[in-house]
């Protein structure tokens, strides 16, 4: 009996295995890399979180997102990232839907940077939530060098002076990068 159910049972494992790894895999493509970050908590990031999107942005603007969450958290303000790093096959994506989405290359550049121009993809950038967060940023954020850099973009923000600085004037939106 034990040496016939051994053998069958082989297949069933076998298929076991194979839908597991189906699923682990269909779970992977569901999460593209450097995908906009759903949830509304952005972790600790003084230690790796496992998250791409986040433990590849630049250590300095990760420990001035820090300090500045942490202030923000005393008035009653709270602050997370809706995008940081990102590769670049994913702005490019970003970069394409905004071509169909606004029709010509100039406007899209407007609101979505190119793989070659957007300071997302070398970690430099982060875009922080929600509304009031963004706007405590826009106010109190060159105490930690924190500076909106375009007019038209609330959300985006750079290390762009030193700690206690003065940021420099924002650009009218991104299309002055080309
Ligand atoms: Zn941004």
Redesign the pocket.
């Known amino acids: 009996m034990t040496t016939n159910r051994v053998p069958s049972l082989r297949p069933l494992a076998a298929i076991v295995l194979a839908l597991g790894l189906l699923a682990l895999g269909c779970r992977a493509a569901d999460v593209p890399v450097g995908s906009l970050l759903s949830s509304s908590e952005t972790p600790d990031l003084s230690r790796p979180t496992g998250k791409p999107e986040l433990d590849r942005i630049d250590p300095d603007l990760r420990a001035a997102f820090e300090s500045a969450r942490a202030d923000a958290a005393r008035d009653g303000v709270r602050l997370h990232i809706t995008?940081g790093w990102r590769s670049r096959a994913h702005q490019e994506r970003l970069f394409e839907d905004a071509l169909v989405k606004y029709g010509s290359a100039e406007e899209a550049n407007r609101w979505v940077a190119t793989p070659d121009t957007s300071a997302?993809v070398t970690g430099d950038?982060?875009?922080i939530g929600p509304t009031d967060g963004a706007i405590w940023v826009g106010q109190h954020g060159s105490a930690y060098g924190l500076c909106q850099t375009f007019a038209n973009?609330i959300?985006?923000f750079e290390l762009l002076t030193e700690p206690g600085g003065t940021c420099p004037d924002m650009l009218a939106d991104g299309s002055a990068l080309r």
């Open positions: 995008s997302h950038a982060i875009d973009e959300w985006h």
